[in-house]
């Protein structure tokens, strides 16, 4: 059993920076992958990020590619999502995952879920 708290959002202009934090409880923490998601209203929930138990490789989608970074603290049990250049249609509300599987992109495969975290990009 694993237990997801988001932290770290908040109002900021576009061009500026945010880091999100992921405090999980569990035991097996480091078995997982984690993901990050978001959800933007009235759209899908859509992948934004995710990192292998080990930290040896990461995955992004391509909207966010080179602007955010995962990355995670196993002995810490958090993840981080590194959110810079910020754009408005970054404006979500961003949710942490962990999953078996590593590299997945699917909701489906995650199986335990933060209670989200709002993001709000000023133009």
């Known amino acids: 059993q694993v237990q997801l708290v988001e932290s770290g959002g908040g109002l900021v202009q576009a061009g500026g920076s945010l880091r999100l934090s992921c405090a999980a409880s569990g035991r097996t923490f480091s078995s997982y992958a984690m993901g990050w998601f978001r959800q933007a209203p009235g759209k899908e929930r859509e992948f934004v990020a995710s990192i292998t138990w080990s930290s040896g490789r990461t995955y992004y989608a391509d909207s966010v590619k080179g602007r955010f970074t995962i990355s995670r603290d196993n002995a810490k049990n958090t993840v981080y999502l590194q959110m810079n250049s910020l754009k408005p249609e970054d404006t979500a509300v961003y949710y942490c995952?962990?999953?078996?599987?590593?590299?997945?992109?699917?909701?489906?495969?995650?199986?335990?879920w933060g209670q989200g975290t709002q993001v709000t990009i000023s133009s």
């Open positions: 995952a962990a999953t078996k599987y590593s590299g997945s992109y699917s909701i489906l495969d995650y199986d335990y």
